[in-house]
C-alpha cells in the first residue's frame, strides 16, 4: 500500500475499506461512546480519550505513565508496524492530541481523517454500528522523541526571543483573563490567541479550513516557519487540534502539554490579561 497522507480526506480512506489484516492499519475513533456505538468508521476501533490524559492535578494534560501507555496500545493492536488512523468527533481536538503522543512515543506512522467522524457522516459514507474487538499486541511505549513538547521551563526561558511564539488555542475570554478557570486568569506574555473551533469549516464537516489562507492567517499573528511554536490550552486537549494544524503546515509546533492548567497555577509564572500579546 502506497505511503497515505498526514491529512486524509474522508473518501480516500472510504476507498481502502474493507480493511484486511496486512494491511498494517488502524482506525482509531476517539468519538463519544455513544456516537461510536451507533455508527462509525468501518473497521475503527474505540479508544476513550481519557486513556491518553495524566491522572491529577495540576497539569492531567501530561503524558500518562509510560506503562499505561503500552497498556493502552497494546489493547488497541497497534504494533511498530502499524499506520494508525486517527479520528474523532469533534474536529480534531482528540485525534491530534493522539498524534500529539504517538509523536512522542517516535510513532509517526499515522494519518488524520479530515473532519473526523462528523466529515464522514456529513459525505454521507459507509458506516458500521456496535463494537470492534481489536487483536491486542505486545506494544512497549517508550519515550523516544521529547522534542514535539516544551516544558513549563523551558517555555519561560523563551519567552521574548524574536524566533519564539505562543498559540493559545483557548478561548478569547480565557486568554484576556475574563473567564479564570486556574488560580489565575490571563496568558502566556507574548501569546497569541486563535480560538481552536476557528480552524474548522462547519460548512464542510468539520474539515480544517483552506491550508494556504489558514497559513497566511497564522502567519500574520506571527506564528510561522521561522520560528519555534508553543501551543495550548488548558490541559493540551484543545490544543491538540492546534498542534495537529502545525504539524499539516509544516511548522516546528510543539506541545506545552502542562499547559494553563499548569502555568496558571503555579503564582511565579508571569501572567499578561487582556487581549494584547
Known sequence: MAALPLLLEPQALA????????????????????NYLKNHIPGSVW?????????????????????????????LGLTPDT?????????????????????????????????????????????EEGDVTATPSSY????????????????????????FAVWDARSAGEYTGEKVISQRGGHIPGA??????????????LRIKDLSAFRELLSGMGIDDSKEIATHCQT??????????????????KGYAGSWSEWGNDPATPVTTGNQP
Open 140 to 163: 512497549q511505549a517508550e519515550l523516544v522523541n521529547e522534542d514535539c513538547s516544551l516544558t513549563k521551563e523551558q517555555i519561560l526561558a523563551r519567552i521574548g526571543q524574536p524566533d
Open 15 to 34: 476507498a481502502l475499506l474493507p480493511i484486511k489484516a496486512d494491511d498494517n492499519l488502524l482506525i482509531v475513533e476517539q468519538a463519544g461512546r455513544e
Open 83 to 127: 499506520h494508525v488512523i486517527c479520528s474523532d468527533d469533534e474536529g480534531g481536538g482528540w485525534a491530534g492530541r493522539l498524534i500529539w503522543v504517538l509523536d512522542c512515543l517516535g510513532h509517526t506512522n499515522y494519518s488524520y481523517v479530515n473532519g473526523g467522524l462528523v466529515a464522514w457522516l456529513a459525505d454521507g459514507l459507509a458506516t
Open 236 to 253: 493540551h486537549h484543545r490544543s491538540g487540534f492546534t498542534y495537529l494544524v502545525g504539524k499539516i503546515l509544516g511548522l516546528n509546533i
Open 47 to 75: 479508544l476513550d480519550f481519557k486513556q491518553l490524559q495524566c491522572v491529577g492535578q495540576p497539569a492531567p494534560g501530561k503524558l500518562p505513565a509510560l506503562e499505561h501507555l503500552s497498556r493502552v496500545f497494546s489493547e
Open 192 to 205: 497569541v490567541n486563535y480560538e481552536w473551533t476557528l480552524g474548522m469549516d462547519k460548512a464542510r464537516g
